[in-house]
C-alpha cells in the first residue's frame, strides 16, 4: 500500500482483537511512526504525545482530533492525569497508542530500544485491556535521516501477539515495560533478519 509516496506493509493484524480496545506499544523513531500506526488500525484510535507536539501546528490540529492525549513529562501531576483520561478512553472503547521510550530513538542499530518507560504502561496495568507489541522499520528514512527532505521509502510495521499483564509471571509483571521492550526488541531482530535475507 502507499500512503504520500510512501510503501507500507501491515503484517499481524490477526493478532489484534475485534471486541475491544487495546493499548499499542511501539518502538519510535519517527514523526511518522504516528501517522502509519492510526491509517493501520482498525477502531478508534488515539495516541499519547509529548505536550510539545502542540507546538507543530499542522500535525497538533489532526492529533487533537483523533483522541490524542498530550503528555507533561515534568508535571508529574499533570502526567497522572493524562494516564487517568488514557484509561477512561480504553474504558470507552477507544485503543490508545504510546511510545514508551519517551523520545525518538537516534540509535543506528534499529534493535537498540532505549529504555521504556513503566510509567506509560498503567493504562494497560489498569483497565486490563491486552497490550499489542508493536515493531516499525523504515520510518527516519523518510524525514529523520536527511533533514529537511521527505523522501519515499518502505515501512513495514508488525503488530505483535497481545500481551496480558495480569497473566505475567510475577518479575514480568512488576516491570511490563521492560518485558514488551524485549519483546518489541525481539519482534525488530526478526524483521532486520528477514529484510536482508530479501536483498
Known amino acids: 500500500m502507499k500512503l504520500a509516496g510512501v510503501t507500507y506493509e501491515v503484517q499481524g493484524l490477526e493478532n ?12 519510535h523513531r519517527s514523526y511518522f511512526d504516528i501517522l502509519v500506526g492510526y491509517v493501520t488500525v482498525p477502531g478508534l484510535t488515539g495516541f499519547v504525545a509529548k505536550k510539545e507536539m502542540l507546538k507543530i501546528p499542522l500535525l497538533r490540529t489532526w492529533m487533537q482530533r483523533v483522541n490524542c492525549l498530550f503528555l507533561d513529562r515534568v508535571d508529574i501531576k499533570e502526567g497522572l492525569k493524562t494516564i487517568l483520561e488514557g484509561i477512561e478512553k480504553v474504558k470507552s472503547g477507544v485503543s490508545i497508542w504510546i511510545f514508551p521510550e ?30 499489542i507489541p508493536v515493531a516499525i522499520t523504515g520510518t527516519a528514512e523518510i524525514f529523520e535521516q536527511h533533514l529537511p527532505f521527505v523522501k519515499p ?6 503488530y505483535g501477539t497481545p500481551i496480558y499483564i495480569k497473566e505475567l509471571p ?10 514488551t521492550r524485549d519483546v518489541i526488541a525481539g519482534m525488530l531482530k526478526d524483521m532486520k533478519e528477514g529484510q536482508e535475507q530479501e536483498k
Open 16 to 27: 489484534i482483537p475485534s471486541d475491544r480496545a487495546v493499548l499499542y506499544v511501539g518502538n
Open 102 to 131: 519517551g523520545t525518538r530513538n537516534e540509535n543506528q542499530e534499529l534493535t537498540e530500544l532505549l529504555p521504556f518507560h513503566e510509567g506509560s504502561l498503567k493504562i494497560a496495568q489498569k483497565s486490563g485491556c491486552p497490550v
Open 153 to 158: 521509502s518502505h515501512v513495514c510495521i508488525r
Open 170 to 179: 510475577a518479575e514480568e509483571r512488576k516491570f511490563p515495560g521492560a518485558y
